[in-house]
């Protein structure tokens, strides 16, 4: 565990709870960076990919308002007003008035933007198992169980604020 005080990680002092938190943030940090290089290479993003992926894979691809696409992206929702607008400059999604609530628009994904999706999955999906193939099967189970459960607890606890 030496391999982690040059990142301030320091063990040995038990602090648990910090070791988890500050491990995670370096894993997360570099495959953010990987990913997003992959995405560079379609002159994209990650952020707009997940927006497209929840568009078209939520609610049974029926579309989603904003806010529901907001509330399910992977990292911070950044400005998702301006992501969808880009995402439909490309044609990738369509926005439609909500007939009920004229002050919402429903995003759903179009045609082209499936394609894009089934265009970049394979390799994207193929990054993300090459680095979870670095952990073992056994262990792949274990920390999904753990991090389900841990992410279930905290979004009863983010409710709760």
Known sequence: MDNFKKYG????????????????????????????????????????????????????????????????????????????????????VTRVQNKNNRRENIIKVTEKGRAFIEELWPEYNNLLKKRTDLISADNQKKMSEILENWFIDLEKVYKEI
């Open 9 to 92: 990680i320091f063990p040995e002092k038990g602090r648990k709870y910090e070791n988890v938190i500050y491990v995670m943030a370096m894993i997360y940090s570099m495959l953010e960076r990987e990913i997003a290089a992959y995405f560079q290479k379609y002159d994209f993003t990650a952020p707009k990919f997940n927006i497209l992926m929840r568009a078209a894979y939520l609610n049974e691809g029926k579309g989603m308002n904003q806010v529901e696409i907001g509330s399910h992206l992977i990292g911070t929702a950044g400005n998702v007003t301006k992501l969808i607008e880009s995402l439909y400059k490309d044609k990738l």
